[in-house]
């Protein structure tokens, strides 16, 4: 039975920001010994938590050198490409970081064949976490974004993505912007010990509630309904914006 969601809504995006580098922190505190392992999300959000982990209040408080480094979807262009996932984080917090190449492990979203590089990410992914199918690796703590269209990572309404049970990581089609992607299976984000969902703009408002408030409203329509982690955490960061459409009673942190 997935555990219920936990939902923090924020004053402002700048506070978001502050709340998952926050949640980023506590959640390397609790792991103490070994690889702590994240998966990234792309999109536009993510800068703004980049910018609060590489700032005074939180640089100092993250044991970057046990951070392993994945991508919970990536582009199909190549890592410089200023549409590139890998290229979002190598800006944000790679470089300023100085984080060795041999933390990350990249999409190749330069390969013109998707589904091997696909296939290639996911044997990556198990001998990276020494687990064979049909196991699921589990990562410490992936961060995830929110469409408009209520899809999240790669994982499109609509796509034959969202029905896969047995693999890890496949490739999908995007209805806009860099259309071919790699991205993580529903199946494979259940099994993380905690999923972080931020998500900031009126304009996400509606899909936000699709996904959290209307039950009759189908996966295959709002893909990030999918996502329940079995075991882990599912923790939704908001503005209030991109929350005004809640009926739900909500944590507010100023
Ligand atoms: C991607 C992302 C995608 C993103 C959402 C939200 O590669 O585009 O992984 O799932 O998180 O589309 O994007 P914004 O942060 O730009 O609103």
Same mark, same amino acid.
């Given at each position: ?20 580098? $926050?949640?980023?922190? +506590?959640?390397? *505190? ?5 690889? /702590?392992? %994240? #998966? ?74 998707? $589904?091997?590089?696909? +296939?290639?990410? *996911? ?5 990276? /976490?020494? %687990? #064979? ?81 209307? *039950? ?39």
């Amino acid at each position: 039975m997935a555990a219920a969601r936990e939902i923090c809504v924020s004053d402002t995006d700048l506070i978001v920001a502050r709340e998952v580098a $926050e949640c980023f922190i +506590r959640s390397t *505190e609790q792991k103490a010994h070994g690889p /702590f392992r %994240i #998966a990234l999300s792309g999109g536009t959000t993510p800068r703004q938590l980049y910018a609060q982990l590489t700032g005074p209040q939180c640089v100092g408080r993250v044991p970057w050198s046990r951070l392993e480094f994945y991508f919970g979807d990536e582009r199909c262009v190549p890592p410089d490409h200023p549409e590139s996932n890998f290229h979002l984080a190598d800006e944000g917090l790679f470089r300023p970081l100085n984080i060795p190449l041999t933390q990350i492990v990249r999409m190749e979203g330069e390969d013109r064949h998707p $589904e091997q590089a696909a +296939r290639r990410y *996911e044997e990556l992914l198990r001998q990276r /976490f020494a %687990i #064979a199918s049909p196991h699921w690796p589990a990562f410490d703590l992936i961060l995830l974004g929110l469409g408009q269209d209520g899809h999240t990572a790669s994982l499109f309404p609509g796509s034959s993505a969202l029905q896969e049970t047995v693999r890890a990581v496949v490739s999908s089609e995007s209805p806009r912007g860099v259309r071919q992607r790699l991205t993580f299976t529903a199946p494979l984000i259940n099994h993380a010990l905690r999923v972080v969902f931020t998500v900031t703009g009126r304009d996400k408002a509606a899909a936000v509630r699709s996904v959290l408030e209307e *039950e009759t409203v189908d996966a295959g329509q709002y893909p990030a309904k999918l996502i329940q982690p079995m075991e882990g955490r599912c923790l939704w960061y908001l503005d209030r914006a991109a929350a005004s459409q809640l009926t739900m009673p909500t944590q507010i942190s100023k």
